[in-house]
């Protein structure tokens, strides 16, 4: 086993002797071995961190435009509140017109209240992946600072 570590390292070397990345930094061999090893891995380790750069910039990218559209979807599936505005101004004008005794019963007003439980579950889901849509961007934006 040691033999073939030896012959590897040996093999390795004979290559890098011919090479023209080994920089002449010391005489023996080891010097040329580690200097074109820091060089190499330099190199890699410099490309896999340009890589995983544009990585996080294209997911804050996209967890932001998809934040932007299910934040409209959300505003969207709000229910409408200018119908209880509605019954209320009309409950005023009938009480400044006729009388605050011919208006009926405010309890009698409707009220938006009542929501079926797909439209809950759909706002449930809506608003849970707004949450980890803006996890996302906040996880790719302390990866890019790191």
């Given at each position: 086993?040691?033999?073939?570590?030896?012959?590897?390292?040996?093999?390795?070397?004979?290559?890098?002797?011919?090479?023209?990345?080994?920089?002449?930094r010391g005489k023996d061999d080891n010097s040329k071995?580690?200097?074109?090893?820091?060089?190499?891995?330099t190199e890699y380790d410099d490309d896999?961190?340009?890589?995983?750069?544009?990585?996080?910039?294209?997911?804050?990218?996209?967890?932001?435009?998809?934040?932007?559209?299910n934040s409209?979807?959300?505003?969207?599936?709000q229910p409408?509140?200018?119908d209880t505005t509605n019954a209320l101004l009309l409950y005023l004008i009938q009480v400044t017109v006729?009388?605050?005794?011919?208006?009926?019963p405010i309890n009698t007003l409707s009220s938006s209240t009542g929501f079926s439980s797909s439209?809950?579950?759909?706002?449930?889901?809506?608003?849970?992946?707004l949450a980890f849509s803006v996890l996302a961007a906040f996880g790719a934006v302390l990866g890019k600072q790191w």
């Open positions: 086993m040691w033999n073939r570590r030896t012959n590897g390292l040996e093999q390795i070397l004979d290559v890098l002797k011919g090479s023209t990345i080994a920089e002449e071995f580690w200097a074109t090893y820091k060089k190499v891995s896999f961190l340009g890589r995983a750069n544009d990585d996080m910039g294209i997911i804050l990218t996209f967890a932001g435009l998809f934040s932007a559209v409209t979807f959300i505003v969207g599936m409408n509140t200018g006729n009388g605050p005794n011919s208006a009926p439209t809950v579950w759909m706002q449930a889901l809506a608003y849970a992946s």
